[in-house]
Nanobody
Framework: QVQLVESGGGLVQAGGSLRLSCAAS????????MGWFRQAPGKEREFVAA????????NYADSVKGRFTISRDNAKNTVYLQMNSLKPEDTAVYFC?????????????????WGQGTQVTVSS
């Protein structure tokens, strides 16, 4: 199992930007499809974005399309989430997740490895 550590969260004003990073170790990173999920207080963990092993394909939740971009650098064993035009409703703990798969699942059940999460707070 790959180990995942997120970073880059913080407090930002509405309309601002943040870039999250997720560093992987202990596995062959290029074998893993990667995803980002988020969980707000009192809510279920929800899908945000995912990327295939090579980075050729991505998919996004409707709520973040056009504002967030997922990318990866297999040489650095890292996946990123660039978040622009942030809104207060984007406030949540953001988790990265990995799975050995040809596809990039949009379901929590599709992932076997999870990070501990990083807090993102967007003030209005």
């Amino acid at each position: 199992q790959v180990q995942l550590v997120e970073s880059g969260g913080g407090l930002v004003q509405a309309g601002g930007s943040l870039r999250l990073s997720c560093a992987a170790s202990g596995g062959t990173f290029s074998s893993y499809a990667m995803g980002w999920f988020r969980q707000a207080p009192g809510k279920e963990r929800e899908f945000v974005a995912a990327i295939t092993r090579s980075g050729a394909r991505t998919n996004y939740a409707d709520s973040v399309k056009g504002r967030f971009t997922i990318s990866r650098d297999n040489a650095k064993n890292t996946v990123y989430l660039q978040m622009n035009s942030l809104k207060p409703e984007d406030t949540a703990v953001y988790f990265c997740a990995g799975t050995i798969s040809l596809y990039a699942p949009d379901s929590r059940n599709g992932y076997s490895s999870w990070g501990q999460g990083t807090q993102v707070t967007v003030s209005s």
